[in-house]
């Protein structure tokens, strides 16, 4: 059988890793996370091919950042070139993250760019808690923040709000990213 390409290899053995750090069976962590099990099977076998709404919903249910299941170790200098680095999509909207920077276990904090178009706003559910969103518009026109208290920002515009509670993105004009900071407390 031939190796998983990555992201999903690096995606299966954090699965795999962080589950059995948690100590926790995989009908367990599919239990949590609201998944099936045989859905959950195929991830960490590297087979299945995960949204990022997925990707959320193991993380929470295992209690790290969503960066920590698709980022490799880290070497001591790393390139991020333009167009490269694990690229997600939303089930739902016309949404693409891609993870530039994981954190550490000291500096809990993740460095995503975040392209979106026009059409269905992309739904985030809470994250961990104590999780802070910073956000700069680079290009577009940008529609985010907790439900109900949404702002529109445009290019060099910067806004912080809660990533714990129920929170949306919506494009406002074509071509529109964005530069997103997790923060994890």
């Known amino acids: 059988m031939s190796q998983p390409a990555p ?9 795999r890793r962080e589950r059995e750090r ?3 069976s995989l009908a367990e962590l599919a239990r949590r996370a609201g998944l099936a099990k045989s859905t959950l099977s195929q ?7 995960p949204s990022v709404e997925t990707l959320w919903s193991l993380g929470v249910a295992l209690g790290v950042p969503f960066s ?8 001591l200098i790393r390139v991020v070139r333009a167009g490269e680095g694990p690229r997600l999509q939303s089930d739902h909207a016309d ?15 993740d460095l995503y760019v975040m392209e979106l178009e026009p059409g269905a706003s992309r739904q985030a559910d809470a994250h961990l808690a104590g999780s802070i969103e910073h956000l700069v518009v680079a290009a577009g026109r940008l529609r985010t923040g907790p439900e109900g208290e949404e702002i529109d ?13 129920p ?13 997103l900071v997790m923060e994890h407390r």
């Not at 992201?7 to 699965?15: D, E, M, Y």
């Open 43 to 49: 991830l960490e076998s590297g087979t299945g091919n």
């Open 22 to 24: 948690v100590g926790i």
């Open 95 to 109: 949404f693409f993250a891609t993870l530039l920077a994981a954190g550490s276990t000291h500096a809990r904090r």
């Open 153 to 165: 920002l445009g290019p060099g515009d910067y806004v912080t709000f809660p990533g714990d509670i």
């Open 167 to 179: 929170h949306r993105y919506e494009a406002l004009e074509p071509g529109t990213w964005a530069v």
């Open 68 to 75: 920590r299941l698709v980022e490799p170790p880290e070497p």
């Open 7 to 15: 992201p999903l290899a690096t995606i299966a053995a954090a699965l």
